[in-house]
């Protein structure tokens, strides 16, 4: 039985670590998996893998990739359906005025530790708004994620734990590439 999986790779393509996607699922191939795609230039990869433990698959590819290319890259790994729960879950869409562009998802390595979360306090990020819903954070930013403090590098800091955010528009696009056509 295979699963379908989808890979968030943390910080490609910007700066130094410039990943080509043709050469990517070819790693991903030579790997084991099958049926791999990816989806835009920012290390996103839905793939079919025959374990569904997500946590060896991530640590696989994140050394594979470090062979490879000769830098880290943290990988974040959703199953399809996890990805599903978390584009029906967002508790902010309502918030975006129609706007797709103005929501956003942090993905998060881990569930982040209630005291750590509980020193960062939302009023203080407005018009700004996130949600914390397992190891995801929706985020919705009025003015666009280029100009939020809730950045990758915030989360990661404060939550001390890997975070990579991807736009609403890339969810939907990762929910439709995993689920069966019939």
């Not at 790779?9 to 410039?18: A, E, P, T």
């Not at 795609?37 to 060896?56: K, P």
């Not at 890259?73 to 918030?95: C, F, S, W, Y």
């Amino acid at each position: 039985m295979t699963h379908t999986l989808i890979a968030l790779l943390r910080g490609i393509n910007v700066g130094s670590k410039q990943v080509s996607m043709p050469v990517l699922k070819s790693l991903f191939e030579q790997l084991g998996h099958s049926n791999v795609r990816t989806y835009i230039q920012s290390g996103n990869v839905v793939f079919e893998a025959e374990t569904g433990d997500t946590a060896t698959v991530a640590s696989e590819l994140g050394k594979a990739i470090q062979e490879h290319f000769g830098f880290e890259v943290k990988v974040l790994i959703r199953t399809a359906g996890e990805m599903k729960t978390v584009l029906d879950g967002n508790p902010l869409a309502g918030r975006a005025e129609g706007d797709r562009k103005k929501l956003h998802v942090t993905f998060l390595d881990r569930e982040p530790e209630s005291d750590r979360l509980d020193k960062i306090h939302p009023d203080g990020f407005l018009p700004d708004a996130f949600a914390v819903r397992g190891r995801e954070i929706y985020l919705v930013c009025p003015d666009g994620y280029g100009r939020t403090r809730l950045s990758n590098s915030f989360f990661e800091s404060r939550l001390k734990q890997t975070a990579t955010t991807r736009n609403w528009n890339t969810v939907h696009e990762l929910v439709r590439m995993s689920t069966p056509s019939d």
